[in-house]
Each structure stands twice: as structure tokens, then as C-alpha cells.
């Protein structure tokens, strides 16, 4: 059985840091990323991550803030956050697929539970 474990949200200051942490139980995957969903609006990409070359990609909200990576001994992926943001408060979900990279939360088929982020201003 597949399972995505998240932790690491809080509640933190405007220009504070928070790193997220995905444990897989079940299986590795080939692309895992992060999404998040704010209150009323729809869930969006914010970075991806391949497994064969560790290429991430992200949106351009988290470019030069967010730093995505894995750790394929732990079976963990990891989004570290700098500089956070009112605006990136949300639940932080990730998320993984055994297909090619996407930023679209269609192409992914196994989902954690979501951790909450808090910036406050």
C-alpha cells in the first residue's frame, strides 16, 4: 500500500523559513512534487523533481525561495521555504507519480494528507 507522509508546516513570521518533509511508504517514485491549495482558491504547483537526475522545477512564485530535493536512501522529498510570504500560506500538499514531469494535479496519482503553512504579517 502506497502512502505519502507529510510534516514540517507551522505557523511562521513574514521572512522566516520552514522545510516540509514527504516520507513514501510503499514504493519510490519517478516524479514527486509539491502543490499547495490557500483557502478558496483552486490547488497549484509549486516544484517538481525527478528521480534520475534531480532536476527540479518551479513555479515562479517559489523560484530563488524554494528549494525542493530528495533524499532516495530515506525515500523523502524535501521543500525547504526562505523568505516566506502572507501569500504562500496554504496547505502544502505533495504528491507523486510514475510518470514524466507535470505541473498538473491531474498527471499525479498519489496524494498526502497536507500540512498547514501559516506566514503571518
Known amino acids: 500500500q502506497v502512502q505519502l507522509v507529510e510534516s514540517g508546516g507551522g505557523l511562521v513570521q513574514a521572512g522566516g523559513s520552514l522545510r516540509l518533509s514527504c516520507t513514501t511508504l510503499?514504493?519510490?517514485?519517478?516524479?514527486m512534487a509539491w502543490f499547495r491549495q490557500a483557502p478558496g482558491k483552486e490547488r497549484e504547483f509549486v516544484a517538481a523533481?525527478?528521480?534520475?537526475?534531480?532536476?527540479?522545477t518551479y513555479t515562479n512564485s517559489g523560484k530563488g525561495r524554494f528549494t525542493i530535493s530528495r533524499d532516495s536512501a530515506k525515500k523523502t522529498m524535501y521543500l525547504q521555504m526562505n523568505s516566506l510570504k502572507p501569500e504562500d500560506t496554504a496547505i502544502y500538499y505533495c504528491?507523486?507519480?510514475?510518470?514524466?514531469?507535470?505541473?498538473?494535479?491531474?498527471?499525479?496519482?498519489?496524494w498526502g494528507q497536507g500540512t498547514q503553512v501559516t506566514v503571518s504579517s
Open positions: 504528491a507523486a507519480s510514475g510518470g514524466g514531469y507535470s505541473n498538473r494535479v491531474t498527471d499525479y496519482n498519489y
Open positions: 510503499g514504493r519510490t517514485f519517478y516524479t
Open positions: 523533481i525527478l528521480r534520475n537526475d534531480y532536476t527540479p
